[in-house]
């Protein structure tokens, strides 16, 4: 009897070891099948990824509206400047050329005539013509400009006198701010 159990026992190891080896293989067959699934999905995800990197790299960004803001930022930034410069304009020059005329008037010495003026730019473009019978009168009519509100801050830059024929009585003369005539004044 105990070879018969010794052969019994063996047999039921030997069938334990092949229903374990049975059962591993098994085992094995279902995790490489799961690897493979695995690894087909990982490539599939990475070709998935190569695709969408190629079309985000091959992907034009509009920029056309940040161009259009760009255009019409500058665009404001410019009426803006235009708008300040005609309330700068509008401020300064508030009573049109009476305001100059009244100033003109009396500041005038006697044997000073004017025949011409004009203003433009709000009054920062300025020419006086006339006449005078002494032309040391000329310098003291500019003189007392300056007292004139509606002259205050103005800056006569050049003079020009001249006498038409060496036998009159008077000069003739033109006062204009800055130090060039402008181009419409200009002989």
Excluded: C
């Amino acid at each position: 009897m105990s070879f018969r159990v010794l052969l019994q026992g063996s047999g039921a190891v030997l069938l334990l070891l092949v229903l374990m080896f049975g059962w591993s293989q098994a085992q094995t067959w279902q995790i490489k099948a799961n690897l493979a699934s695995i690894k087909n999905q990982f490539e599939h995800q990475n070709a998935k990824f190569a695709v969408l990197d190629r079309n985000l790299a091959a992907m034009n960004v509009d920029t056309a509206p940040q161009k259009e803001l760009a255009k019409l930022e500058q665009e404001l930034v410019a009426l803006q400047k235009v708008v300040d410069a005609l309330t700068q304009v509008r401020k300064s020059y508030t009573r049109g050329v009476s305001g100059y005329m009244e100033s003109f008037s009396r500041q005038a010495p006697k044997g000073v005539w004017l025949t011409g003026f004009s203003v433009k730019a709000g009054g920062d473009e300025v020419v006086i013509r006339g006449s005078s019978l002494k032309p040391a009168l000329v310098p003291l009519f500019i003189q007392q400009l300056s007292v004139e509100p509606t002259l205050s801050g103005t800056h006569f830059g050049l003079l020009q006198i001249q006498r038409e024929q060496s036998q009159t009585r008077y000069v003739d003369f033109t006062v204009y701010t800055g130090n060039e005539p402008p181009e419409e004044v200009a002989q």
